[in-house]
């Protein structure tokens, strides 16, 4: 071939790459910034950007099935990726187990859930707190409100507590509340906050432990159930992301996220989530530490 003819099929090549012309499998172009470099005979090589093929990944615990988890979460991947100009995507994990294993391995960017699994990447992953749900995350031990046997959380050793498996928050607040594991309640593991709270009612356990903000919503004004202990205020869920965002990147979706713009694409996650409310900016400081709640849980060393 030409030197002419040379030049002018890698002008084109350098057109489609640029335009986007080189897709994935699905012929949809991946937004990024990885680059490759062609080079002419006797020419330096050229740099021609590329889409990125390895999408950021959005991911939060599987509390509820894929449709919903996608419902709540989706629109807001689709959000950032205008944001970024990088493909954000919303990964459902298939189960508890599957989450942590990837989330320990690092394998998500973005990462929404509980304040101690915020304090343990912030710890160990080097992510960053970006926003937060407004408000405290308060804990309590409640029973039935014709239970007048139980005054005290101490008094609920040997007895059963309905709550969510380890490593949740609320149950591992209340598992570090007994320093003898000899003289600790027998938790009746239940998967749902009203199933929590329901479970209680139809006498399936003592005692339950839920957020409080959960439990005022299920028993407003206290009619049913009564506190028996109430948890130090944490920080609320919140958002983390890790180092393979840049810190600008990470700034960029801390302030997206708290734009009114961003309020069609957080309309079903505030719902759930937030009572409505919007994000708010979170700090470091407020999460460090908070892993420790997951000292005696496996894979969290």
Known sequence: MNQPSLLACSASMLFALSAGGLAADDSVPQPGAAKVAYQLPGKPAVAVALKDVAPIVLSAPPRDNATEGEARFGPIASYLTEVLGRRVVYEHPLTWGAYQ????????????????????????????????????????????????????????????ICAHAPPHLGTLILLGQFDNPSRQPSVVVRNGYDRVYESLLNGECTAAMLSLRHLEKFDHGGRRTRIVYRHRALPNQALSAGPRLSLEEQNRIAEALMSPASEAATARFRAVYGGGKGFARAANVEYAGLGAYLKNQWGYD
């Open 101 to 160: 294993a990837d989330m320990q391995k690092g394998h998500y960017d973005l990462v929404f859930d509980a304040p101690h699994l915020n304090g343990w990447r912030l710890e160990k992953l080097g992510h960053n707190v970006l926003v937060k749900i407004p408000g405290d995350y308060t804990y309590v031990a409640f029973v039935r409100s014709d239970n007048t046997r139980v005054t005290g959380l101490k008094q609920l050793a040997g007895h059963t």
